[in-house]
């Protein structure tokens, strides 16, 4: 089992353009949750999808959507992109109380 | 508004030591609450889940404790190694229906051989 796995591994964009990240979860798992994790901070959550829906989201703007697909899997979308979007986005797989993270995609904003 | 506090910030030991992470949560009533590893640039690595109702759990050389009323967990590392070197984080879960956890900015760990 390969886990939870996100693509790209690193990505760098200029202010502006638009991202889409993809987060693969584990296998069984059916719920995905987004966090960012600025430099020296701890991850921040963004949102959390189950059943192909939005089912909670934290203080994040617009910019940021998802979207899950019938197979589980996850993409997180953000648009417009300012420098303070530069974080790595970790992807969480769970189903019950066992949650599982993805190593990660490092996004750069140049 | 829960909020997740760990202290210190960064922690240097040499090999063999016994250590003591911190973490604090504002609002007793959370639903569990989770130890996490982080290597540079890396993802999580689970290291031990307390239940709102248990006082405390064991994995190995690694124990933590949870005291709900007082809002505070602590991570014992005995015998530290230079493999433990890592980033050390804490998050609450505050309910069931989600899976949303609250993390605080973690402890950096440093063991020095």
């Known amino acids: 089992d390969a886990g939870v796995t996100q693509s790209p591994t690193h990505l760098i964009k200029t202010r502006g353009q638009q991202v889409t990240l993809r987060c693969s979860p584990k296998s069984g798992h059916d719920t995905v949750s987004w966090y960012q994790q600025a430099l020296g901070q701890g991850p921040q959550f963004i949102f959390q999808?189950?059943?192909?829906?939005?089912?909670q989201r934290g203080n994040f703007p617009d910019r940021f959507s998802g979207h899950q697909f019938p197979n589980y899997s996850s993409e997180l979308n953000v648009n417009a992109l300012l420098l303070g979007d530069s974080a790595l986005y970790l992807c969480a797989s769970s189903l019950g109380g066992d949650m599982v993270f993805g190593p990660g995609t490092r996004l750069t904003v140049l | 508004k829960q909020e997740v506090t760990q202290i210190p910030a960064a922690l240097s030991v040499p090999e063999g030591e016994n250590l003591v992470l911190n973490c604090s949560f504002t609002d007793s009533a959370i639903y569990n609450l989770q130890w996490f590893r982080q290597d540079p640039g890396k993802g999580l690595t689970s290291l031990l889940l307390?239940?709102?109702?248990?006082r405390e759990q064991t994995s190995g050389r690694l124990n933590a404790s949870l005291d709900k009323s007082s809002g505070r967990s602590t991570l014992y590392i005995a015998a530290s190694q230079p493999g433990d070197s890592a980033t050390y984080l804490c998050a609450v879960k505050v309910n069931q229906a989600g899976t949303a956890l609250i993390f605080g900015k973690g402890t950096t760990l440093s063991v020095s051989s």
């Open positions: 999808y189950y059943e192909e829906e939005e089912r």
């Open positions: 307390i239940q709102s109702s248990q």
